[in-house]
């Protein structure tokens, strides 16, 4: 134990690990500045008497702490932030006048959230579930908020429906669960009434619903948007992150288990990634395309429920962004960090997207409530990092006040920086989109399809992209208790396509196949199929970023662990050695290995591949494991690459798998380090049965 935290035990102080300040700014004080000598100890009327109500310590330090908690965001409270830059390539300038796509190289500080949709503050990162993805990018002319999540397209195609979307997927309001997940009957229910959702449900139910890391998502600005040039020309614009790591996913049986050892495994992977120096970098990319082509698309490009294949529209990197510095404290800056989607700058604007409108309203509403005050702008993580200046003033918390006597416009008073006033020419101006209509409550007919690109996103996965997809679906819907909503649903899928929808009702036992839901237009089956949609057809064939798990005895060999951890470094890959204790073990050469987990707190499921390096004695110790039988078991299951030294035999004798291994498990010799990686960035070995 330190010096400096021996126990005193110093009479009348309670025993604490008690030491004084060396320096006066060590001395702690107050809120109010007053220094503090005793912060253990409330102030009694006797050495065992009654509580003074003099006690200004304790009632200040109960007081904070009473009001330390904040409401939690209605949906996407769950999440994890980091702060970096975005650089522009430079190459969009003369479509949009946006600040930061000017000049190449240019930089503009970036802070990131990522989320969970329907989970609580405290629920784990890895449900089944949407991922937010919210950039604020600091440019010189304001704060540009993308609030974007990493699915392309959204559940409802109006804003007015929210409310009833988050009410049916959060926990039920009588019983108070479940948490953090849509199956059960409310969710089912909503959706199965919703047919404008389907599309989005395919998207769920597939893996991009559970991704390996946040590193390794992409991400998309969903609404069509608008690009200005300095000339006032318009051109519709989508918005996409392309991660530079490629995409990945869990597998569902692994996203259970990983909920359970590491709840945190999503944020511990961005913060480990980021603290290590390996920053996560995404590309900025964006779909242009003007009235022309809007006009002749076969679906409205002003509803959120549909996309543009990328085959069609192509994708143009205009950027990147990297998330190069974890935050300092997680409640200033990731908890009150205030994203609104109306948050725009000049050269991008918004379009009549029903869903972006009620956006636009809805999260400046939701920051008073969540930071209590108008002001919320006041706080560092919100401001904007260019000069701003306006008349606004006083409110809870006011921490910007302006100086002089000008509050008002307009006034007569001499123009300087306390004394603002609008222009006309570098102000942001609305594009000026002709607008005529009866006022009604009416959705329009351009928005009637329902079905047909959630065929194309179901057509264009490989084979085992859809199994994940039937095996989603029928995880989900064998929670729903209510008969008539599992059929219901199975009456939608019948219109994407019917070997889906009889996967499902067979999985489901359901006795008798119901009609098909009636559509308000027939699905188009002829739509292409879009690569672009799948994540296995896009593998990105690397290891970089990825992590390994080394389950190492005593008397393991040296020279394999040293040939496999030099090629992990060159590959830019991290990994961690779990063993039976955590203080590590020893090689064959006698040099003490530091532990990273022990064998029960380390499952496989933490790792993108395995290598299970031990002594033939250290194997034999491990079978008596029940956790390190499910390493090697679990690694196997979840088609893992499994690297592994002749003398770990009988471990795999122990699980029964000796029989089975196929080429995705690999002898690991001095030798072959780099060929064990050179498989392993395959990153499964899918054709394992
Ligand atoms: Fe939303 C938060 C993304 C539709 C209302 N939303 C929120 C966050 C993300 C999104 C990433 C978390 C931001 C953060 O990290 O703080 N939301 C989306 C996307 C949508 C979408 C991509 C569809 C394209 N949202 C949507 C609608 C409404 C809202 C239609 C309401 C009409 N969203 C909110 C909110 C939240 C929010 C209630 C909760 C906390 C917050 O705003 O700051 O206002």
């Given at each position: ?21 060396e ?46 908690r ?36 240019q ?18 990162d ?20 993308l ?13 007015i ?26 969710f089912?229910?909503?959706i199965s ?70 709840p ?9 990634a ?11 990319g ?80 939701t920051?008073?409530?969540r930071?209590?005050s ?53 102000g942001?101006?609305s ?20 079905y047909?690109?959630?065929a ?13 997809i ?48 009636e ?18 057809k ?57 532990g ?9 499921v933490?790792?993108d ?6 002594s033939?004695?250290g ?14 078991m ?11 030294t ?44």
């Amino acid at each position: 134990m330190a010096e400096s935290f021996k126990y005193k035990g110093n009479k009348g102080s309670g025993g604490e690990l008690h030491q004084k300040p060396e320096a006066q700014d060590q001395v702690m004080t107050t809120a109010q500045g007053c220094p503090v000598s005793d912060d253990q100890n409330s102030l009694k009327a006797g050495e065992r008497g009654p509580g003074l109500i003099e006690d200004h310590v304790l009632r200040e330090k109960l007081f904070h702490f009473d009001h330390e908690r904040i409401p939690e965001r209605v949906v996407h409270a769950r999440g994890y932030g980091a702060h970096g830059y975005f650089e522009s390539y430079g190459n969009v300038s003369d479509i949009t006048s946006a600040d930061l796509f000017q000049k190449k190289g240019q930089k503009t500080p970036v802070f990131t959230r990522f989320s969970t949709v329907a989970g609580n503050k405290g629920s784990p990162d890895l449900p089944r579930d949407v991922r937010g993805f919210a950039v604020k990018f600091y440019t010189n002319e304001g704060n540009w908020d993308l609030v974007g999540n990493n699915i392309p397209v959204f559940f409802i195609q109006d804003a007015i429906k929210f409310p009833d979307l988050i009410h049916s997927a959060k926990q039920e309001p009588d019983r108070g669960f479940p948490q953090a997940q849509t199956a059960h009957d409310n969710f089912w229910d909503f959706i199965s009434l919703t047919p404008e959702s389907m599309h989005m449900v395919m998207w769920a139910m597939s893996d991009r619903a559970i991704p390996r890391s946040l590193r390794f998502m992409e991400g998309f600005g969903v609404h069509t948007f608008k690009f200005v040039n300095d000339k006032g020309d318009e051109k519709f614009v989508k918005f996409h992150w392309k991660p530079k790591l490629g995409m990945q996913s869990v597998v569902w049986n692994e996203a259970l288990k990983i909920n359970g050892a590491d709840p945190d495994f999503h944020r511990r992977d961005l913060w480990d990634a980021i603290q290590a120096g390996d920053y996560p970098e995404w590309e900025l990319g964006v779909q242009v395309f003007d009235r022309e082509f809007a006009d002749k698309f076969e679906f409205d490009v002003l509803d959120a429920t549909k996309l543009i294949p990328e085959e069609e529209v192509p994708v143009k990197l205009i950027g990147k962004m990297v998330l190069d510095r974890v935050v300092d404290n997680f409640f200033a800056e990731t908890e009150q960090v205030a994203f609104c989607t109306q948050n725009i700058v000049p050269g991008i604007d918004f379009t009549e997207d029903p869903l972006l409108q009620g956006r636009n309203f809805s999260y400046l509403d939701t920051q008073l409530k969540r930071l209590g005050s108008p002001n919320f702008t006041h706080l560092p993580i919100n401001a904007p990092k260019c000069p701003f200046r306006h008349l606004q003033q006083d409110g809870h918390m006011a921490m910007h006040n302006p100086k002089g006597r000008v509050n008002y416009e307009p006034n007569s008073w001499p123009r300087d920086e306390h004394n603002p006033r609008a222009c006309p020419d570098t102000g942001f101006k609305s594009t000026a989109e002709p607008v005529s209509g009866s006022k009604l409550r009416y959705r329009s007919e351009t928005f009637a399809d329902h079905y047909s690109q959630a065929a194309q996103f179901y057509r264009s996965q490989t084979d085992i992209e859809q199994m994940h997809i039937q095996n989603a679906l029928t995880f989900e819907l064998s929670k729903v208790e209510t008969l008539a909503i599992r059929e219901r649903m199975v009456s939608h899928l019948l219109n994407i396509d019917k070997e889906l929808a009889q996967t499902v009702a067979d999985n489901l036992g359901l006795q008798e196949m119901p009609e098909a839901a009636e559509a308000a237009m027939k699905t188009n089956t002829k739509l292409k199929i879009s690569d672009a949609l799948s994540i296995l057809k896009n593998a990105p064939n690397t290891f970089k970023g990825r992590k390994l798990g080394i389950l190492a005895t005593d008397g393991m060999d040296e020279g394999i662990l040293n040939a496999l951890t030099d090629a992990l470094k060159n590959a830019g890959a991290m990994y961690e050695v779990v063993a039976p204790t955590v203080n590590g073990v020893k090689t064959d050469k006698g040099t003490h290995v530091k532990g990273d987990q022990l064998v029960n707190g380390g499952p496989s499921v933490l790792y993108d591949a395995v290598a299970i390096i031990t002594s033939a004695e250290g194997a034999k110790k491990l079978s008596d494991i029940p956790e390190a039988k499910d390493f090697v078991m679990d690694a196997f299951a979840h088609k893992k690459y499994i690297g592994y030294t002749s003398s770990a035999m009988p471990l795999f004798e122990e699980t029964n798998l000796k029989g089975k291994m196929d080429k995705g498990c690999i002898e690991i010799t001095a030798a072959n380090g780099k060929d064990f990686l050179n498989e392993a960035k395959n990153l499964r070995f899918w054709k394992r049965k």
